[in-house]
């Protein structure tokens, strides 16, 4: 029995079940589980740069006097701490955390304050519908060390208003920013698994398939702009099959920020971004919305970054059985200047 881990942010879920869908297709393993967890909730409280330099110095130091020396220059602030949450989701290359990309796009595309708290509320009434409905038949119970037991997310909200998101402030951006706490992802904890098998492996262990993973993708795009990776995975894997949006039945884009979803299919909607960003003609059209997040996303249930990519594939594939689809997309946007996407094909 062999495992490892797999470390792509926002993606490391989908990249887990992507490489176990890769080792199978090349005859390399047969039965692989395969997911992602993550729990933000406990992220590290770390040491400033001058608290770290502090006790370099301190330890480099020989004998008493130069201890001394270097002991008598610790300040108090240097205890100020550095939550490392913070610090993971803070890109070192354009020295923008994931909300300012978030605001960028929101910039780059025109998107409103209210067209991104109208979004994020749709997400939790279509979780919250989903939960009252059964609709996620993939969720199991979590328990704490007290016995105690959690039947679902509770971090959807089904009372929401779009006056309540309105009085919420920036919290990238202050004063004048758009991305606020109602329209982000939620912190949060979670996992998700699933099991891929070979054909022969199905047959051999009386396996019940609820869908296959037909391809994927990844991209690259300028850091500042990360919110955008699922365009530009989305579509090479559209281009292969010779398909259009509307030929997909079901999609999955990782709500990281409702300003990132906007955007992308905003993306797809303008002629410049398609030609000179994604080389086509022209831009491929709008996405319908029926057909995106119908159970909501991760503004109403979080995002635990490493899981996330995993619990969105499986989900995707629970819509197209529920909606008699054939096909659909698990995609998120990754932090650093990724994308990811899966095209899933019902059982």
Same mark, same amino acid.
């Given at each position: 029995?062999?495992?490892?881990?797999?470390?792509?942010?926002?993606?490391?879920? =989908?990249?887990?079940?992507?490489?176990?869908? %890769?080792?199978?297709?090349?005859? %390399?393993?047969?039965?692989?589980?395969?997911?992602?967890?993550?729990? =933000?909730?406990?992220?590290?409280?770390?040491?400033?740069?001058?608290?770290?330099?502090?006790?370099?110095?301190?330890?480099?130091?020989?004998?008493?006097?130069?201890?001394?020396?270097?002991?008598?220059?610790? %300040?108090?602030?240097? @205890?100020?701490?550095?939550?490392?949450?913070?610090?993971? @989701?803070?890109?070192?290359?354009?020295?923008?955390?994931?909300?300012?990309?978030? +605001?960028?796009?929101?910039?780059?595309?025109?998107?409103?304050?209210?067209?991104? #708290?109208?979004?994020? @509320?749709?997400? $939790?009434?279509?979780?919250?519908?989903?939960?009252?409905?059964?609709?996620?038949?993939?969720? +199991?119970?979590?328990?704490?060390?007290?016995?105690?037991?959690?039947?679902? #997310?509770?971090?959807?909200?089904?009372?929401?208003?779009?006056?309540?998101?309105?009085?919420?402030?920036?919290?990238? +951006? %202050?004063?004048?920013?758009?991305?606020?706490?109602?329209?982000?992802?939620?912190?949060?904890?979670?996992?998700?698994?699933?099991?891929?098998?070979?054909?022969?492996?199905?047959?051999?262990?009386? =396996?019940?398939?609820?869908?296959?993973?037909?391809?994927?993708?990844?991209?690259?795009?300028?850091?500042?702009?990360?919110?955008?990776?699922?365009? $530009?995975?989305?579509?090479?894997?559209?281009?292969? $099959?010779?398909?259009?949006?509307?030929?997909?039945?079901?999609?999955?884009?990782?709500?990281?920020?409702?300003?990132?979803? =906007?955007?992308?299919?905003?993306?797809?909607?303008?002629?410049?971004?398609?030609?000179?960003?994604?080389?086509?003609?022209?831009?491929?059209?709008?996405? #319908?919305?029926?057909?995106?997040?119908?159970?909501?996303?991760?503004?109403?249930?979080?995002?635990?970054?490493?899981?996330?990519?995993?619990?969105?594939?499986?989900?995707?594939?629970?819509?197209?059985?529920?909606?008699?689809?054939?096909?659909?997309?698990?995609?998120?946007?990754?932090?650093?200047?990724?994308?990811?996407?899966? @095209?899933? +094909?019902?059982?």
């Amino acid at each position: 029995m062999t495992a490892w881990t797999v470390q792509r942010n926002c993606a490391s879920g =989908l990249q887990s079940v992507d490489t176990a869908y %890769r080792y199978i297709a090349d005859r %390399r393993a047969d039965l692989i589980l395969a997911g992602g967890t993550e729990s =933000l909730s406990h992220s590290p409280i770390l040491f400033g740069d001058r608290m770290v330099e502090w006790l370099a110095d301190l330890n480099m130091a020989r004998g008493v006097p130069a201890k001394l020396r270097a002991a008598v220059k610790f %300040r108090p602030g240097f @205890l100020v701490p550095v939550i490392g949450l913070a610090k993971g @989701l803070t890109d070192p290359v354009v020295n923008l955390n994931m909300g300012q990309t978030a +605001e960028v796009l929101a910039d780059k595309f025109k998107i409103g304050r209210e067209e991104m #708290d109208a979004y994020a @509320l749709e997400s $939790h009434r279509r979780t919250a519908r989903a939960q009252e409905a059964g609709h996620m038949p993939e969720v +199991e119970a979590a328990y704490d060390t007290r016995g105690k037991h959690y039947e679902k #997310d509770d971090g959807v909200r089904p009372d929401n208003s779009m006056e309540a998101l309105g009085k919420l402030r920036p919290v990238f +951006e %202050r004063p004048f920013g758009t991305v606020t706490p109602g329209n982000s992802s939620q912190i949060t904890d979670g996992a998700a698994w699933l099991i891929l098998a070979s054909e022969d492996a199905v047959k051999r262990h009386g =396996l019940t398939p609820i869908g296959r993973v037909a391809d994927s993708a990844w991209s690259a795009l300028d850091p500042g702009q990360m919110g955008l990776g699922p365009v $530009h995975a989305v579509t090479p894997i559209l281009r292969r $099959h010779g398909f259009a949006l509307g030929d997909i039945d079901a999609w999955e884009i990782n709500e990281a920020f409702a300003a990132q979803v =906007l955007a992308c299919l905003a993306a797809w909607e303008d002629d410049g971004y398609c030609r000179e960003q994604l080389g086509l003609d022209r831009a491929l059209g709008p996405l #319908d919305r029926e057909k995106l997040n119908v159970d909501g996303g991760a503004i109403a249930i979080g995002h635990p970054v490493g899981s996330s990519g995993a619990r969105i594939a499986l989900h995707v594939l629970h819509v197209l059985k529920r909606n008699n689809g054939k096909r659909g997309i698990a995609t998120l946007c990754i932090g650093g200047g990724q994308g990811g996407a899966l @095209l899933m +094909e019902a059982a």
